[in-house]
Structure formats: structure tokens, C-alpha cells
């Protein structure tokens, strides 16, 4: 730290001395006509000899990465958004004067230059400069050592720095700019609206889960920050907008892993004359076309697993899967009183007053939900866990819903959707009951959702779909922080 510090007043003193000179160490008048893509796809494959019949002049800018002083030349290496190149820097083609003050640039400098391709001895494709000057003078040196699990904590808190070492950590970010304009290209192709809706929301509806609240001054009411749009959607499928759906930002007040940041970003879609079965056939031509388009192929490796994302995926009801994974006798699951049983005996933390839905669905969690490595569709899920799902015609004990797992944790949520509602103001209560019995995570009551449920929402299906997981999924990324530009964090000490 110290070091460092010595170098941030070395770096204060030249700009010191710019400002003396009546140098601008900050100018804003230098506009790049190129990149370093442009040059290198252009000229990656010419040979030397083709470069030197190249007359045109390049404009480029970029942060200094590399220098390498040979007294009155100089290598340096610059990039920008695309990449890297180098630059040849002499003091014999750019002046004396200019030569000098390219001298006390510093690694992490942004420059502008300007100059012809050229290929150097060892074959490099380099920008011999007859032009450089500085446009931003870096005041602190960076790291020299980026890389490690010692720095992650670093990495995280100044993604700044992380993006201009990393080069694969931009290529994520690309990535994930890249797979969210194709669920949105393919949506929009399957003729669905793109809306917004409120962030700050007077009930928060649509997942059990705890928000965050606050409070609005002028009309003196608590708000709180969305868990889901998901309500909110459904009414715009009330008021006739048959497909739509919303890339947002949802927030809540849980705990922070490898897979869980308070603030994410989900897909959520609603179709009506639709039920999930299309939902899951959606799902399965959206994942594989946009892992085509991002990996190339559809057999992915996510941390060391092959993971074959070739439609079609395979299919569990909550109880086959618990059966399959779990080594569970099927008739263990038909009644509460073995189904609790045998989530004591295997060590799950259970009350004795959870219904018999809990109780199964606490055994797939523990038993079944990690082992889910090749894409799966998990169905019939029980009633009383799915407020919103509709009950399945042949046995209401259970919903038209799956949950989408693929290496072993969930991708995705979707049901036919409840439209009845008698039936979900009931279920309503039923949640309203569970959280004044101590449940946080339950649903509150949403009259207006009723309001707009009696005018009548058509046989929809919908489903809500992790980006970030996804995005992990596709880019072999092992935590969420490493998808999410600034992931929250403990304060600095």
C-alpha cells in the first residue's frame, strides 16, 4: 500500500507539471475513427509486404497496457472496447517535444494515436505512431497482479479494474449483453409486447419471497420493491395484450450466495390460449437456439459437467423425481404421516405441522434438486406451494406447473395460469393465514388482482425464467457475482 501510494504522488506530480506547462493532462478533443477490431480483421492475415503498400492513416484511443522503452523508441500496447494492439512509438517521427512528454506516460494512461500498420520482426501487427498524445492521465497504478481467489473480493468491489485486466471477464459481459437481446429478438418474433411495470409496488405479489420496503413521503404509504411482475403482467393479459413480457430487475431481501444476489434480473412472459406444456416447448427452442448462437452447440460444459441442451429434455413429476434421485419408496410419499417420517429420518429440519405438498416438496430439494445435472422439467407440483398455478383437472392435489432445472439448481418457473377467481382469492387467504402464523414469504392479499381476475383473464400459461443463471449456465461461470457487473457486498472495512 505503501508502494502505491508513492506512485499516486509520483503520478499527481507530472500532471502537476502538465498543468504548469499549459498541457491539458484531460482534453476531450480527440475522436478515434477506428478500433482495434478494425484493424485487426482488416490486416490480421497481410503479410508484411502487403502492409507496406498501405497508405491510409489510423486514428485509434485506448488505455496504455504495455510499455517497453528503448530510449528513443518505445512499444507500447493500447486497448479499447475491442481488444489490444500495439503501438511503435519513435521519437524520430513524432518530434522531440512530443517524444518528452510521451516519456512520463504511464501504464494505465489513456492516449490517442494515429499511424500505418505494420508487422514487426516477430510477426506482430503494430501501429507505427507519427501521432500520440494523452487524453487521460491514471493517477493509480494497476495491479500487477490481478489474477486469484486472494483478489475475488477485490475483483468484485472494482469491477473497473477487473474489466480492463480481464480480458475474459469482458468477454462475459458481452455475452450476456448478446443473450439478452435474443430472448428479446425471440419473443418479438413470436409477436410479444416488451412492457414495463412498477419497481415500487404497494403489494408485493407474484413469489414467496421477502421484499424490501420503503416509503413514499408524498402519499405517505409504505411501498416496496418488486419480487415479481408477474401480477401485474397478468392484468395487461386482462386488458387484451395477449403476449408479454418484461426483462426486469427484481429485488429481494434474502441471503447472498453463489446463486442468490439481492438485486437480479429474470424474463418473465405471459400467452394466453396457452398452457405450460407450450411453455416447456418454448423454453426448449429459446435455451438451445440462443446456446447455439453463444457456444456454437447445444452440448455445453458447465464447471467440468457436459450438459446437452438438445431438445427433447426430459421430463419428472416432484414424486418421480424424489423415487429416481432420492431412493424413495413411492408409498412413503402417498401420506403425511410416513412422508414426514422419512424427511426426519434423513435429517431435514421439519416443524410436524407441514402439509403433506411441504413435506414432498422439501424432500425433492434435499434429495433430488442437486442431482439434476441434464435439463429437466420437474411437473405436479403440489397445490398448496403454487397460490397462482392452476389445478390440474384430473387431480386438484396438484398444479399444471414446472420448475426448469439444469445443473442442479432452478432456470426456470412456469404454470398454466390460476384465472378462477373464487378459487384464488381463497388461496389467497390461505397465504394470508400462513404469514400471520409466522411465514414471511407468504402472499399477501391482492384485492385489485381479484378486480381484474373477475373481469376475466383468458386460459394463460406464463413463466419466469433466471437470466443470471442462465447467463452462468452459458459462460461457465461458477457464482452469480461473476455475471452481475456490481453484485452487493459487505461494506468496506
Given at each position: 500500500m505503501e508502494d502505491t501510494n508513492e506512485l499516486i504522488k509520483e503520478r499527481r506530480k507530472k500532471v502537476a507539471e502538465m498543468v504548469e506547462k499549459g498541457i491539458n493532462p484531460y482534453p476531450n478533443d480527440f475522436k478515434p475513427a477506428h478500433t482495434t477490431a478494425d484493424l485487426t480483421v482488416r490486416f490480421g492475415n497481410a503479410t508484411a509486404e502487403e502492409l507496406q503498400g498501405v497508405n491510409e492513416t489510423y486514428s485509434l484511443a485506448g488505455r496504455i497496457m504495455f510499455i517497453r522503452n528503448f530510449g528513443k523508441a518505445a512499444f507500447i500496447q493500447i486497448q479499447d472496447r475491442n481488444g489490444r494492439i500495439q503501438g511503435f512509438v519513435q521519437k524520430n517521427v513524432i518530434g522531440e517535444?512530443?517524444?518528452?512528454?510521451?516519456?512520463?506516460?504511464?501504464?494505465?494512461?489513456?492516449?490517442?494515436?494515429?499511424g500505418k500498420p505494420f508487422r514487426t520482426k516477430t510477426g506482430e501487427l503494430t501501429v507505427n505512431a507519427d501521432f500520440i498524445r494523452l487524453l487521460t492521465k491514471s493517477l493509480r497504478p494497476l495491479p500487477e497482479k490481478w489474477h486469484g481467489l486472494t483478489d475475488v473480493e477485490t475483483r468484485y468491489r472494482q469491477r473497473y479494474v477487473d474489466l480492463m485486466i480481464n480480458p475474459d471477464v469482458k468477454d462475459v459481459f458481452k455475452k450476456r449483453g448478446r443473450i439478452i437481446q435474443l430472448m428479446r429478438e425471440y419473443l418479438t418474433k413470436k409477436d410479444f409486447m416488451e412492457v414495463e411495470t412498477p419497481m415500487m409496488q404497494p403489494i408485493p405479489g407474484g413469489a414467496a419471497a421477502k421484499p424490501f420496503t420503503t416509503h413514499h413521503n408524498a402519499l405517505k404509504m409504505d411501498l416496496f420493491l418488486r419480487i415479481a411482475p408477474e401480477l401485474y403482467l397478468k392484468r395487461l393479459v386482462v386488458g387484451g395484450i395477449d403476449r408479454v413480457f418484461e426483462i426486469n430487475r427484481n429485488f429481494r431481501n434474502e441471503g447472498i450466495s453463489v446463486q442468490h444476489n439481492p438485486e437480479f434480473t429474470m424474463l418473465e412472459f405471459y400467452m394466453a390460449y396457452a398452457t405450460y406444456d407450450d411453455m416447456m416447448n418454448i423454453t426448449e427452442e429459446m435455451f438451445s437456439s440462443i446456446a447455439k448462437d453463444i457456444c456454437g452447440t447445444t452440448v455445453i460444459e458447465y464447471q467440468g459437467q457436459k450438459i446437452d441442451l438438445t431438445p427433447p429434455w426430459e421430463r419428472l413429476s416432484v414424486k418421480q423425481a424424489i423415487v429416481k434421485y432420492g431412493n424413495v419408496d413411492p408409498a412413503i410419499l402417498e401420506n403425511r404421516e410416513s412422508a414426514l417420517a422419512h424427511a426426519k429420518k434423513i435429517g431435514i429440519e421439519v416443524n410436524g405441522d407441514e402439509s403433506l405438498g411441504k413435506i414432498i416438496t422439501e424432500l425433492f430439494d434435499a434429495l433430488a434438486e442437486k442431482k439434476l445435472i441434464?435439463?429437466?422439467?420437474?411437473?405436479?407440483?403440489?397445490?398448496?406451494?403454487s397460490p397462482l398455478s392452476r389445478k390440474n383437472d384430473k387431480d386438484p392435489s396438484i398444479v399444471d406447473r414446472f420448475e426448469l432445472m439444469i445443473g442442479g439448481r432452478e432456470m426456470a418457473n412456469a404454470f398454466s395460469e390460476l384465472n378462477d377467481p373464487v378459487d384464488q382469492k381463497e388461496r389467497f387467504m390461505k397465504q394470508v393465514e400462513a404469514k400471520d402464523a409466522g411465514d414471511e414469504e407468504a402472499h399477501l392479499m391482492d384485492e385489485d388482482y381479484i378486480r381484474a381476475l373477475e373481469y376475466g383473464l383468458p386460459p394463460t400459461a406464463g413463466e419466469g425464467i433466471g437470466i443470471d443463471r442462465l447467463i452462468m449456465l452459458l459462460t461457465d461461470s461458477a457464482s452469480i457475482r461473476d455475471v452481475i457487473l456490481f453484485p452487493h457486498m459487505r461494506p468496506e472495512k
Open positions: 517535444e512530443a517524444f518528452e512528454q510521451f516519456k512520463k506516460f504511464d501504464i494505465g494512461d489513456i492516449v490517442g494515436l494515429e441434464q435439463p429437466t422439467f420437474i411437473t405436479e407440483y403440489p397445490t398448496e406451494i
